[in-house]
């Protein structure tokens, strides 16, 4: 029983954080509240259901615990749901990109750190769980000064796919690894060429001397 009641804990609190984050940062933006939780829950529901049909084809079974599914799998859908969403809805995708990135910095973060702290301290989770903390501190503060809007998204999703595809080399993580990069370089080239074509159309207008 405390065991449960742990599990939930070290999952709920950085879930928790995550959400409040994710709400604060689309009020600012100016998008809908309600929809901004909306598109969460169909995250969550198309992640989850895409990382449970992966683990039935694999298994040939219906998993035992959330521990079974595959996360990356889950980020896909998760993060391929968004951007539909946002697209219907007329949203700034590259902007609720950005926020989600930034969400996942700090659950991943809180998450290390609990993990550190509920048994036996792990010096390198607490210290990963920290910079996480850094990390999101200064893009949440400097990222509109420094970079323009989806490149903090491109930034920390190419650095998680890239360490996700050193740390766990099986031929499904690939996969769905592989997903997600391919939409990351997507992203990215569609934002570089908007930024190309502003700059241009700027470049080709008449100046009054």
């Not at 609990?114 to 850094?134: C, D, E, K, T, W």
């Not at 503060?141 to 809007?149: F, P, V």
């Not at 998204?153 to 650095?159: E, K, M, P, T």
Request: with cysteine.
């Amino acid at each position: 029983m405390l065991t449960t009641v742990l599990n939930i804990v070290l999952v709920g609190l950085p879930v928790l954080a995550g959400l409040y984050s994710f709400w604060s940062a689309c009020k600012k933006d100016g998008f809908d509240q309600e929809k901004s939780f909306d598109l969460l829950v169909a995250g969550f529901l198309a992640g989850g259901g895409l990382a449970l049909v992966v683990y039935y084809i694999s298994a040939r079974q219906l998993p035992s615990g959330l521990a079974d599914l595959n996360i990356f799998s889950f980020v896909f859908g998760f993060v391929g749901i968004t951007i539909l969403l946002s697209i219907k809805w007329g949203w700034s995708v590259y902007r609720v990109l950005d926020n989600l990135a930034l969400v996942s910095s700090l659950v991943l973060g809180f998450w290390l750190v609990l993990q550190s702290l509920a048994g036996r301290i792990r010096i390198v989770y607490l210290l990963l769980g920290l910079a996480l903390f850094i990390v999101y501190y200064l893009f949440q503060k400097y990222r509109l000064t420094l970079l323009k809007s989806s490149f903090t998204f491109c930034l920390i999703s190419a650095l998680f796919c890239v360490s996700a595809g050193v740390s766990s080399p099986k031929i499904v993580n690939l996969i769905f690894i592989g997903l997600l990069f391919t939409l990351t370089l997507t992203v990215f080239i569609f934002r570089v060429r908007r930024l190309y074509a502003g700059h241009k159309k700027i470049g080709s207008s008449p100046h009054i001397s």
